[in-house]
């Protein structure tokens, strides 16, 4: 959508991607910059920040020309707006239209935004507040349906084909088809991916600590690590990590702004 508006309006060039992701790439940089410094001391929130620049890959990905750096960018700004809203427990007006308008175009992004849709959702279901609940989870379903049934009112699958071929779908035709549909797929995932094991864990000591430390009141860094760990677990179970981590370098941006503030 993106690059065909962009053809559009400055025509045919195969520069468009590179600019369109230093664009994405360049307020990235500056939210996580945001992020690191309301927490750190500017000595150590920069260094801090050029390090994960290089461990989230930003010049590759950058280079690459898909749509990663958007999809890394909408779901660190939606993770830490909904913790936020989890905190507080209070809705407002503002943090209510980022977080729709966010979950409306992650999944159109990428199909593994509706972890991060699902994950918020079933907090603030947790939280009892159903009405906000269900409008997030309309906001997030809705456009990916209705370009699913576009693509089959013209006589093609409901959803795209990188989904169908590389998916995980899970099966129940045999005990052990069984244990991985219900999450053994995600652990073999995570001990073959090393640094998405070692923020797994680091996000379990984070969060335990966080919540030895305040037990009655879950702090913006317990939702952050909550979340984060939510998020991981989905899509070890259901999607693929691989070639340049491009598949999962959002979630180790994810699991360094999670982490590293607390």
């Known amino acids: 959508g993106l690059l065909a508006a962009g053809n559009f309006v400055f025509g045919q060039t195969p520069l468009l991607p590179l600019a369109i992701n230093l664009l994405f790439g360049t307020i990235l940089i500056g939210y996580l910059y945001e992020q690191f410094h309301q927490e750190l001391h500017t000595l150590v929130a920069a260094p801090l920040l050029l390090g994960t620049c290089f461990a989230i890959?930003?010049?590759?990905?950058?280079l690459l020309g898909m749509e990663h750096l958007l999809h890394m960018l909408l779901t660190i700004i939606f993770v830490c707006v909904g913790s936020t809203a989890l905190v507080k427990k209070v809705e407002t007006p503002q943090n209510n239209r980022t977080l729709l308008l966010?979950?409306?175009?992650?999944?159109?992004t990428r199909y593994e935004g509706c972890f991060a849709v699902a994950g918020l959702s079933g907090c603030l279901f947790l939280q009892k507040r159903f009405r906000f609940t269900l409008t997030?989870?309309?906001?997030?379903?809705?456009?990916?349906?209705?370009?699913?049934?576009?693509?089959h009112m013209h006589g093609w699958f409901f959803?795209?084909?990188?989904?169908?071929?590389?998916?995980?779908t899970p099966h129940f035709s045999s005990v052990m088809s069984i244990l991985n549909a219900f999450g053994l797929t995600a652990v073999r995932s995570l001990f073959k991916n090393?640094?998405?094991?070692?923020?797994?864990?680091l996000g379990i000591l984070t969060c335990h600590l966080l919540w030895i430390t305040a037990p009655d009141k879950a702090?913006?860094?317990?939702?952050r690590g909550a979340m984060f760990l939510g998020v991981l677990f989905a899509h070890l179970q259901f999607a693929q990590t691989g070639w340049l981590y491009r598949y999962e370098a959002y979630l180790v941006g994810l699991g360094l702004i999670a982490i590293v503030p607390s």
């Open 136 to 151: 997030l989870a309309i906001a997030g379903i809705l456009p990916i349906s209705l370009y699913g049934l576009a693509c």
């Open 102 to 108: 966010i979950a409306a175009l992650l999944p159109l």
């Open 219 to 223: 702090s913006l860094g317990w939702w």
């Open 159 to 168: 959803l795209p084909n990188s989904i169908l071929l590389k998916g995980i």
């Open 194 to 201: 090393l640094v998405l094991l070692l923020l797994f864990f």
């Open 57 to 62: 890959s930003i010049p590759a990905l950058t």
